[in-house]
């Protein structure tokens, strides 16, 4: 059974800091990663995804990949209070054909203005 | 350009009852997914169609079926539905693996 790993949260950063959000998978045959954001009563939308090892930055948003480690991050520069969501990382194989997306149960981060 | 349209958004069914969720999608994406999500739980997979024409079971397929219509469309059906079956329906569809998902608004299903 393959495994993604969130701390639930809630994670809470002040405005203006980085908010630093991390997940664990258990299947080292996984090759993309994502992330998305998901709004209460909403539903998830893609923030960025990554499939090389190392960084990975798109405006105040940056993924880190470690497939080592197991291990994905994403950082939040600047955090502002429109960021309190919950954030979902999903992983899949890439070399596996059409195989579905893994999630986590996702992280709550609460941006404190 | 709608993406991904899900009906209804919300339903309250009695113990029993069967219903039909619908799911089309306009951006020519080849598969389709539909998961739940319960407060807790994070997304579950119950179904998928990796191309028109397949359906593979998921994490979660019982009392669950599912129709492949065409490759815009990809309906979820309870025979029978549970109150173990309240929650949150998301459909979405992608290109391909490893591309990302697009995800419709959601269904609110209630079940009583």
């Known amino acids: 059974q393959k495994e993604v790993e969130q701390n639930s949260g809630p994670l809470s950063v002040p405005e203006g800091a980085i908010a630093s959000l991390n997940c664990t998978y258990s299947d080292r045959g996984s090759q993309s990663f994502f992330w998305y954001r998901q709004y209460s009563g909403k539903s998830p939308e893609l923030i960025m995804f990554?499939?090389?090892?190392g960084d990975k930055e798109d405006g105040r948003f940056t993924a880190q990949l470690n497939k080592a480690s197991q291990y994905v991050s994403l950082l939040i520069r600047d955090s502002q209070p429109s960021d309190s969501a919950t954030y979902l990382c999903?992983?899949?194989?890439?070399?596996?054909?059409?195989?579905?997306?893994?999630f986590g149960k996702g992280t709550r981060l609460s941006v404190i203005a | 350009n709608a993406g991904v349209t899900q009906t209804p958004k919300f339903q309250v069914l009695k113990t029993g009852q069967s219903m039909t969720l619908q799911c089309a999608q306009d951006m020519n994406h080849n598969s389709m997914y539909w998961y739940r999500q319960d407060p807790g739980m994070g997304l579950r997979l119950i179904y998928y169609?990796?191309?028109?024409?397949?359906?593979d079971k998921g994490e979660v397929p019982n009392g669950y079926n599912v129709s492949r219509l065409n490759k815009r469309e990809f309906s979820l059906r309870l025979e029978s539905a549970a109150p173990s079956q309240t929650s949150v329906y998301f459909c979405?569809?992608?290109?391909?693996?490893?591309?990302?998902?697009?995800f419709g608004s959601g269904t609110r299903l209630t079940v009583v």
């Open positions: 990554i499939y090389s090892n």
């Open positions: 169609s990796a191309s028109e024409g397949t359906t």
């Open positions: 979405a569809s992608s290109e391909s693996s490893p591309y990302g998902y697009t």
């Open positions: 999903a992983v899949n194989e890439m070399d596996s054909g059409n195989t579905p997306l893994v």
